[in-house]
């Protein structure tokens, strides 16, 4: 694999420490970064480095103001807790985010009012270069690169409970884990499904000095919503029909422990007051009951979901989001740390319990090749899934449409009839859609027709179509 496909999507921007770059400093000088693989951008002392950036506001309210970073990644908005705040009407509170990758810096709308705009072309996502202008509403802001680098935070480690990997996305992520672990503070896990969000809170729980109090696990995504109060903060006795005794909550059974809030981004609107004020006060009151008692638990939740896309929808209480976001903790996706895959095959089979000799083809360089170019949209629970595939058909069997592609969706082929290319991506869209719907409901379909706001019928309708059981 070289170099440039191996560190696809990696959210770094390297540079060598102690080189003088001769467009070091020159915004006006194109594209000035310089992209290294890890082990050619290293301090003396063997960490990676990467190279910091600065924010101008050059039109627009705040007028001259700079803004330099301190890590990859800049959140900027309107809401003060921003690492940009940027005080405009003009600019939604959470209205893009910046970070660096080997192509450059990367720049992602979340949904703003007004759009990001970059060199004068509006973009959901764009790359930066050198003296690029980014337009948020009334504000036009110029980057630049820096002389300077910053030093990367990475665990000694190669794993963190369940989680393995050795490459420099998942080391800082086990970084983050182990400070969360050795901290009392409120975690949220962010990442694609199948990231190990779940293995993630586990791990922080059991290497916490909470690890011999309660774990409990609540997912706020497979639970009906007129049930869900009652899952979190328990009931009285005739609270509601059928309440025949009282019952705890889940913030009562984990006193001392942890609660893992699973999905956070699907909590109900009118349950994020309660949730909030668990955070702010430690305090619950059962469902049916006029009087509050105290909670000694320790908070992680996990979602999917970008949450302040959601809260820019008005579907996510800022307040809460930012109570939830003391400590905030990416989940890399495997298109982010593909040289984690040999180890993560490795691992897999062998915790399916079979000789090594009737796993002999899924452990072969040509094999392993062929995974690693692979998409995995479904990340580390998709490759599992694959692997128990080819152990059925004793094996290496073909990589589903999905798998097989680099990019996690269909190519369009405008040498192909308009009506022919439309159907395709269609069905590729249905196909994946119908599977994760699935999945997060258990296979439940009822549930899942009402997620998706479909008939029932017509969702086993498009199952057959598709080829998908339930």
Not at 76 to 82: D, E, F, M, T, V
Not at 143 to 148: G, I, V
Request: a negative charge; aromatic letters at 6%.
């Amino acid at each position: 694999m070289a170099p440039s496909d191996r560190y696809r999507d990696i959210p770094l921007t390297l540079s060598q420490e102690g080189k003088e770059s001769p467009e070091a400093g020159d915004s006006q000088g194109g594209n000035v970064h310089e992209t290294l693989p890890y082990e050619h951008a290293r301090r003396p002392d063997g960490l990676p480095t990467v190279r910091r950036f600065r924010l101008t506001v050059v039109e627009g309210p705040g007028l001259g103001t700079v803004w330099e970073s301190a890590s990859t990644t800049c959140s900027i908005g309107s809401h003060p807790l921003n690492d940009f705040p940027l005080d405009d009407s003009t600019v939604s509170r959470f209205h893009c985010e910046l970070r660096l990758s080997p192509r450059g810096p990367l720049v992602k709308d979340l949904e703003s009012t007004n759009g990001v705009i970059i060199d004068g072309v509006q973009v959901v996502e764009g790359f930066l270069r050198g003296g690029s202008l980014l337009r948020l509403g009334r504000a036009v802001l110029r980057f630049d690169f820096s002389a300077e680098n910053n030093r990367l935070q990475l665990s000694e480690h190669t794993r963190f409970g369940s989680l393995v990997g050795n490459s420099v996305a998942m080391r800082q992520c086990f970084a983050l884990l182990e400070r969360a672990a050795s901290r009392d503070v409120t975690v949220l896990l962010e990442g694609e499904t199948g990231t190990g969000k779940s293995q993630a809170a586990q791990a922080i729980h059991e290497a916490s000095s909470r690890r011999d109090k309660p774990f409990i696990v609540v997912d706020c995504g497979a639970i009906p919503s007129n049930l869900l109060e009652s899952e979190l903060f328990g009931h009285e006795k005739g609270a509601f029909t059928g309440a025949m005794l009282r019952r705890a909550g889940a913030f009562e059974e984990a006193h001392g422990g942890t609660v893992f809030l699973d999905e956070i981004g699907e909590l109900p609107a009118e349950l994020q007051p309660k949730l909030l004020r668990v955070l702010e006060n430690r305090e619950i009151r059962r469902v049916g009951s006029n009087t509050y008692q105290s909670v000694d638990i320790r908070l992680i939740a996990a979602t999917h979901r970008e949450l302040r896309t959601e809260v820019n929808a008005g579907r996510f209480r800022s307040d809460l989001f930012f109570r939830l976001a003391v400590l905030r903790i990416p989940m890399p996706s495997l298109r982010q740390r593909p040289e984690d895959l040999p180890i993560l095959v490795e691992r897999i089979l062998d915790s399916m319990g079979e000789a090594v000799e009737d796993t002999g083809a899924l452990r072969t360089p040509e094999f392993i090749s062929r995974v690693q170019h692979a998409a995995w949209p479904g990340n580390v629970r998709e490759l599992r899934n694959y692997l128990e595939r080819c152990l059925v058909f004793e094996d290496a069997v073909a990589l589903s449409e999905e798998e097989s592609h680099a990019s996690g969706s269909v190519e369009v082929d405008p040498s192909q009839p308009y009506a022919e290319q439309r159907r395709r991506i269609t069905d590729d869209f249905e196909r994946r859609y119908l599977r994760a719907l699935l999945e997060k409901h258990q296979g439940k379909v009822a549930q899942a027709a009402t997620t998706a706001g479909v008939d029932r019928v017509h969702l086993y309708r498009l199952l057959r179509r598709h080829g998908i059981k339930p």
